[in-house]
């Protein structure tokens, strides 16, 4: 029996074809950005990171130049993004577990998560 038909939330990600970018699915030169709007990539990268990647996630393999090029060019558009500063994927879930809020990094009557964890069993 395969593992997908044991739990029916497991998936699998197939490669791209091998003329094709492998970590964004789009052809492009090596130095080039990777996609980020390719849906292959939001979600190889959100498997891998825990968050949806950002402009700058996507410039982040090119040389310093390239990088500062197409940093400059996509703040003139108003669409340059950077991962914001917040808590992991395994923190929101933890916070969720213990019915505290997701969205902020603020802990519960002056308690860090993992005393109030603690204190939840």
Known sequence: ???????PKMWSLLPPHPDLCQECAVKHDPGMPHNRDSM?????????????????DA??????????????????????SEP?????????VARKIA????????VRRGKSIVTVLKGSK
């Open 1 to 7: 029996m395969a593992d997908t038909q044991k739990n």
């Open 84 to 92: 914001k500063e917040g808590m992991p994927k395994v923190e929101r």
């Open 40 to 56: 292959y990539y939001k979600i190889k990268f959100e498997a891998e990171h825990g968050r949806y990647p950002q402009w700058s």
């Open 59 to 80: 410039i982040a393999h090119c040389s310093p130049e390239m990088q500062a090029a197409w940093k400059a060019e996509l703040e003139q558009r108003g669409v340059w």
């Open 99 to 106: 019915g505290m809020p997701t969205h902020s990094k603020k």
